[in-house]
Nanobody, 115 residues
Framework: QVQLVESGGGLVQPGGSLRLSCAAS????????MGWYRQAPGKQRELVAS???????NYVESVKGRFTISRANAENILYLQMNSLKPEDTAVYYC?????????WGQGTQVTVSS
């Protein structure tokens, strides 16, 4: 089993920044693909960014150049640095660890971008 705990969400004005963190209960980054998903009200959950075991990253087009996914391997923490935030980034953000049929999710953290 893997427990994932997100933190760092909150209310921010358009153009502002937030850094989300996801603490894993054990060392998994060499085994699982890690990702950040988000779900806005009335919309399906979407993959925002992912990082492979080898460190390759991918982003949904709408956040490219603004968001950065990274990880601190020794501390078992996954990050999502979000800059130049827009109102359309408002959503609950979830951390995910995936390996084939195995998927673990955090409880989510709310990000609200509003003036």
């Amino acid at each position: 089993q893997v427990q994932l705990v997100e933190s760092g969400g909150g209310l921010v004005q358009p153009g502002g920044s937030l850094r989300l963190s996801c603490a894993a209960s054990r060392s998994i980054f060499s085994i699982y693909v890690m990702g950040w998903y988000r779900q806005a009200p009335g919309k399906q959950r979407e993959l925002v960014a992912s990082i492979s075991t080898g460190g390759s990253t991918n982003y949904v087009e709408s956040v490219k150049g603004r968001f950065t996914i990274s990880r601190a391997n020794a501390e078992n923490i996954l990050y999502l640095q979000m800059n130049s935030l827009k109102p359309e980034d408002t959503a609950v953000y979830y951390c995910n660890a995936g390996l084939g049929p195995r998927n673990y999710w955090g409880q989510g953290t709310q990000v609200t971008v509003s003036s």
